[in-house]
């Protein structure tokens, strides 16, 4: 499945979704380098050209720089793949308290598919005074 598509159907109709997602037999790597990377590369790219080129203002002083826009760039793009992989492993690991399976595959699914919001909402980073609501969306 297309990523953009997948995406538009999370946030749309997440219910008949997520009944598809069920019936995939789960690729880690498919999931992380078609989906995460894309969706989470383009939050990091909407947060370098927020805060690098665009820019904001604190108090009196403008902060905007690509040190910064790079600095944002990364945070984002590292902490998404961070945060798939260790909220996948803690899910792992609790499931059978849960009365579930452990599958680590299903587990990055669940992860990886559930953040989508969050990455969506990022993108209003484009806009540094935007990027409040984009992270209420992630919420």
Same mark, same amino acid.
Do not use: C, H
């Given at each position: 499945? !297309? +990523?953009?598509?997948?995406?538009?159907?999370?946030?749309?109709?997440? !219910?008949?979704?997520?009944?598809?997602?069920?019936?995939? &037999?789960? !690729?880690?790597? &498919?999931?992380?380098?078609? $989906?995460?990377?894309?969706?989470?590369?383009?939050?990091?790219?909407?947060?370098?050209? =927020?805060? =690098?080129?665009?820019?904001? !203002?604190?108090?009196?002083?403008? #902060?905007?720089?690509?040190?910064?826009?790079?600095? #944002?760039?990364?945070?984002?793009?590292?902490?998404?793949?961070?945060?798939?992989?260790?909220?996948?492993?803690?899910?792992?690991?609790?499931?059978?308290?849960?009365?579930?399976?452990?599958?680590?595959?299903?587990?990055? &699914?669940?992860?990886?598919?559930? $953040?989508?919001?969050?990455?969506?909402?990022?993108?209003?980073?484009?806009?540094?005074?935007?990027?409040?609501?984009? +992270?209420?969306? =992630?919420?």
């Amino acid at each position: 499945m !297309n +990523a953009i598509e997948r995406a538009k159907n999370i946030i749309v109709s997440p !219910n008949k979704e997520w009944d598809v997602i069920a019936l995939e &037999q789960p !690729n880690t790597g &498919q999931i992380i380098m078609g $989906y995460v990377l894309l969706l989470a590369g383009a939050a990091a790219v909407a947060a370098f050209i =927020g805060y =690098g080129l665009i820019g904001f !203002n604190w108090g009196l002083f403008r #902060y905007s720089s690509t040190t910064w826009g790079i600095y #944002y760039a990364l945070n984002v793009l590292v902490g998404a793949i961070a945060g798939v992989f260790i909220s996948a492993f803690v899910i792992d690991a609790l499931a059978p308290s849960f009365g579930s399976e452990k599958n680590m595959g299903r587990s990055v &699914q669940l992860v990886a598919y559930s $953040y989508t919001p969050a990455w969506i909402g990022a993108l209003l980073a484009i806009y540094p005074p935007l990027s409040i609501i984009g +992270a209420i969306a =992630g919420l």
